[in-house]
């Protein structure tokens, strides 16, 4: 594609820089997108994805090649000072509301090079690898990003918007003179990958597991084929460096397995932080991903979190360049994710607090409460009630339960084949209708009433979703959360003036 002024230009090719690349250049905007390294990294860091992120690779056209490099996330068992269980997280049972497992964990470097692939193969995106951001400027129409080729080459790319996706030491971030917000934890830890071979295999539990013991706290988690990883706390006085090495890895594996039973993969000490970026929008530069976030990992949510950062940008910038939308949608970008991360943030906080308590009475009156609270019978609580709503941000003021949430993607029945919703629906927003409802007009709402012959659907996620919700109809964003729902025809119109007057062009940029 010939050079000139970019819509969108984005610092960093990583997970989250891909998914956005691939987002935008969907759209047909022009994109660039450059990054230091050339190839994927090859050894795993994030572990797990979830329904929504698949639904973002649905989109992109990539989510069946995806699969391939996942399985389903086994339970998470928690066990307390004496090895008893305490908690146990599981995946919901079926039929999905999302079209697809909830929990998954999956091949980092697999995944990324599908997604690159696919970026790779778009006309209207340029990649720029073995390439350094060096500096930034802005103005009121552009930015302008200097950057460093490998052979000392010096030139500029100029963009509407810029998006820093370049890690957790974000160069972008810095050049834009966006702070970090300290979320309050702080704790160093050794992640461990292995491939393990059959008798190791034999050797490990089959299901994931929490160890809540105040001498160690550590995690175990079942991957995809013969992948294994562990998280282990580090004790005071140990040195991370040491226990990074293979030396003092296997020693601390020595519970488990020895050198006999796998290879090590990866191993590395780390400090677990929650952070936050203090705003997300400097002018025309945004920041996603880890150069807007970091948190423990106790969920595998740290990728998941960048993507759906991405996925929430995009199609306001889609809107903001098309003239369709002015300035305050692209400021809803920040509201809106900063205080989902935090919410999330501070539940996975929480949850490893529990694990790593390492005070011994209040280890055992933790477990006792949990014992006490379930009734001395642990049930499984699927992973995906953690998840927080949306709570500020483009979404309707008429309060109700369902504003902010996901809508699902149930199973659709045409021509003899199932579909997913998502496939039949397009992207944009909809309007979303049970059978019987007659909605007004809609502009350019794409109306998807499900229950007639073209949306009948195979497994009644969606129809039991409108019952528990207590409405007829659902206005659905086109990153599928919802804006706002109705009961019936007068209260739909009302609910569509409120969203056209939301998103009034105003004051373009």
């Known amino acids: 594609m010939a050079q000139g002024v970019y819509d969108v ?15 935008l250049g969907g759209m047909g905007l022009r994109v660039f997108v450059c990054d230091r390294s050339h190839e994927v990294y090859d050894k795993p860091r994030a572990f797990a994805l979830d329904h929504e992120i698949m639904r973002v690779f649905q989109q992109l056209g990539v989510a069946e ?40 964990v999956f091949s980092q470097p697999h995944v990324e090079q599908v997604v690159r692939e696919h970026v790779a193969s778009l006309s209207n995106v340029d990649i720029a690898l073995g390439t350094t951001l060096t500096g930034m400027a ?14 000392g080459t010096q030139r500029e790319v100029r963009a509407r918007y810029a998006i820093g996706c370049d890690g957790a030491s974000s160069t972008l971030r810095g050049l834009a003179g966006i702070a970090l917000e300290d979320l309050g934890f702080d704790q160093p830890w050794l992640v461990v990958d292995v491939l393990a071979n059959e008798q190791g ?90 150069a807007a976030h970091q948190q423990p990992p106790f969920l595998g949510q740290g990728m998941c979190q960048g993507i759906r950062d991405v996925a929430n940008l995009a199609w306001k910038l889609d809107a903001v360049l098309r003239g369709q939308a002015g300035n305050a949608l692209l400021d809803s970008y920040g509201t809106e994710r900063k205080d989902h991360v935090t919410a999330l943030t501070t539940r996975i906080k929480d949850i490893g607090q529990l694990v790593g308590q390492r005070d011994l009475d209040k280890a055992r009156a933790r477990d006792a409460r949990l014992l006490e609270e379930c009734g001395g019978t642990v ?56 059978d019987g409802t007659a909605p007004p007009a809609t502009q350019d709402l794409r109306t998807v009433r499900i229950g007639t012959p073209d949306f009948n659907e195979a497994e009644g996620v969606a129809a039991r979703w409108f019952a528990q919700q207590g409405c007829t109809a659902a206005i659905v964003r086109p990153d599928h959360y919802v804006w706002g729902v109705a009961q019936d025809a007068a209260t739909l119109q009302k609910q569509l003036e409120t969203l056209s007057q939301q998103r009034q062009p105003g004051d373009k940029t």
């Open 201 to 290: 295999l034999a050797k490990l539990p089959k299901v994931s597991m929490q160890i809540c013991e105040p001498q160690r706290p550590c995690t175990y988690l079942v991957g995809p084929n013969n992948h294994r990883r562990w998280e282990i706390s580090i004790n005071e006085g140990e040195d991370p460096k040491e226990v990074a090495t293979p030396e003092g890895t296997w020693k601390l594996l020595s519970r488990w397995i020895t050198p006999e039973d796998a290879v090590l993969w990866r191993q590395a000490s780390y400090r677990f932080h929650a952070l936050v970026a203090d705003r997300w929008r400097a002018g025309r530069v945004f920041v996603a991903g880890d």
């Open 9 to 23: 230009a984005i610092a960093g090719f990583g997970p989250s820089g891909a998914v956005a690349a691939g987002l």
């Open 379 to 434: 049930k499984s609580q699927p992973r995906q009630s953690v998840q927080p709503a949306l709570a500020a941000g483009l979404l309707s003021p008429l309060a109700h339960a369902a504003v902010g949430s996901i809508f699902p993607q149930p199973w659709i029945l045409r021509g003899g084949r199932k579909h997913r919703m998502d496939e039949l629906a397009g992207r944009g927003w909809r309007l979303v209708t049970l």
């Open 138 to 151: 802005q103005d009121a129409d552009q930015v302008r990003l200097q950057l460093a080729e490998e052979d």
């Open 65 to 104: 090649q995806v699969l391939e490099f996942t399985e389903p996330f086994t339970p998470s068992e928690f066990y307390g000072v004496e090895g008893q269980l305490i908690k146990r997280f599981s995946t919901a049972e079926p039929p999905y509301p999302l079209g697809f497992t909830p929990s998954l």
